[in-house]
């Protein structure tokens, strides 16, 4: 049997408060679960892993019953495979040589059934560029996703479920997976 790399994506993890998942001990929960050699990138719900498992479904589905027996937690889980990433990376539309900061891929939960592409494009800042794929939608926000309308609405938009991380986590969450 093969082992298999997967990237976890949580979605709607805090570092404090409401829905606050401690990456410490979700990581040991994992390993005595039969999860190998888990890691965790910063507290907001980035994990690398390896199974004997061949099926995204199967360990996602293992993942969310270990999460919600230990932790009494549901959040959306994205899995990814480590080709995946890299793939979903290479897929960047925009030049990765910008600051890592302003430059944010928001995973996909499902493929976007009817997104509406004329309200993004009217949300969308004069610094800003932006585009869709089946599994990623890429944000260049040079001035920042704080101070951006699109973002504030482009999970609505896009209408599907979707978690954000920036060039610099998503690089540092390959390397870890790759480590």
Known sequence: MSINKWIVLL??????GHNKL?????CAAMAEGGFHDPKSYIQSGNL???THEESATDVKSRLAALIETEFELTPEILILS????????????????VDPKTLHFLFLA?????PDLAK?????AEDEQFA???????LLAPSGIGRSKLMAAAERLIGVPTTARNLRSVEAILALASA
């Open 11 to 16: 979605r709607g993890i805090n570092v404090g």
């Open 22 to 26: 401690p990456m410490k001990p979700l």
């Open 48 to 50: 690398t892993f390896s």
């Open 82 to 97: 480590e080709a995946e990433l890299r793939s979903t990376i290479d897929a960047c539309p925009f030049s990765t040589d």
């Open 110 to 114: 499902a493929e976007p059934p009817a």
């Open 120 to 124: 993004i494009e009217s949300l969308r």
């Open 132 to 138: 869709l794929t089946d599994r990623c939608a890429y």
